[in-house]
């Protein structure tokens, strides 16, 4: 005890001594670090946090050192977790690097395969992307088509990819690919790592009605994947697909349902709009104040229950069908208070540009529109519901 005392102090100097002050407060840049080779920080800063928790391994606490990780144990990692939000300092990373390549290259790739790509991950050099969905397989993954041919030494890819996340900022794409077209469709499919930059591979953006373009389409064209580049076993890749799909959903769960990112409560939000909320003491509005209520409850147990899970998994754990409950929750708790928050804003949470709004409203549009798409990005709600019945409570397909 009196040793993990010790490391949250030096923890927390480091912590505080570290992070520019820049990235800290009210005008600090909110845009997030993704990092890969084409990444533009929107603040020098943000490079400097990140290469200094990069040093010290705090951008993969978890993960052993030797692969750049920080080596902590789940105690300490808590430890540091709840010092950066004491101090409310922004994560120095993001990304599928950590939160689903790298886990997974843990549990099924071999040695070179961590030597070769982890440490890149934890210093932010390479930012990945997921090749799992495709035109004729979303739900139904296992039907995909993209088509890996034996070659010898390689493999020679044909098909294609869609809503691939930022595959147009990404540097390189962990993918299922056919390699068995005569087995059964689970049994013919591998998992492959791929340079972006490999000849034969082209990413084309799909522009949304906001303009933004969050997804691509990826075409493969004759594009050569090495061998050595296979993640565990050739025509063994849905073991390792659904592996990562339980860190995705986790991840997913966590990152909308936690409720971090709001920037105010939905307290302080009612009190700013509506008409005799603004003193202190309870909201006048009874109903109002019941749904804040049962939303808040429900973050909060939300969050305790991630925190046994998170536990769970550096005592190491791997996540299994449970990760389908907590997405589930998660994103539906999430958009339960995207609607709230609208709720209370009224025509003040409807402006997408112009005059007459203010910064934090205009992102209250774009959350709320943004969460329509959590129960469908990392499986569906009812693709979720169709795991638990299957996998958690044991009915017949
Ligand atoms: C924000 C976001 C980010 C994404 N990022 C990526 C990414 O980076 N990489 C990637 O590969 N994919 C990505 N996706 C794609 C995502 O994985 C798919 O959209 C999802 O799996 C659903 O597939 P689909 O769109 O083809 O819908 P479909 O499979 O066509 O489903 C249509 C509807 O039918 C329902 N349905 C289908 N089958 C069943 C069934 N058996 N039982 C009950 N209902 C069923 C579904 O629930 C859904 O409501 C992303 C999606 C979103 C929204």
Redesign the pocket.
Known sequence: MADLETFRGETRAWLDAQCPSTLRGQDAPVAAVWGGRKWQPAHPDQRVWLERCAERGFTAPTWPKEFGGGGLSKDEAKILAQEMRALRLPPPLLGFGLTMIGPTLLQYGTDDQKREHLPPICRGEIRW?????EPGA????AGLQTRAEDCGDHYLLNGS?I???DADQADWIFALVRTDPEAKKQEGITFLLLDMETPGVSVSPIQLISGAS??CETYFENAKALKKDVVFKVNAGWTVAKALLGHERTMVAEAFGSGEGSRATLAERARRYLPGAEAAGPLPDATLRDRIVQVEMDTRSFALTMQRSRDAAKAGQQPGPESSIFKVVGTELNQRRQELLMDIAGPQGLGWEGEGFESDELDLTRSWLRSR?NT????????QR?VIAKRVLGLPD
Do not use: A, M
Request: proline share 4%.
């Open positions: 992307c997921q090749g799992y969905s979303g739900s139904d993954l990819k809503w691939t996340s969050p997804f798409g469908i990005e990392g499986g569906t709600s009812e693709i169709n």
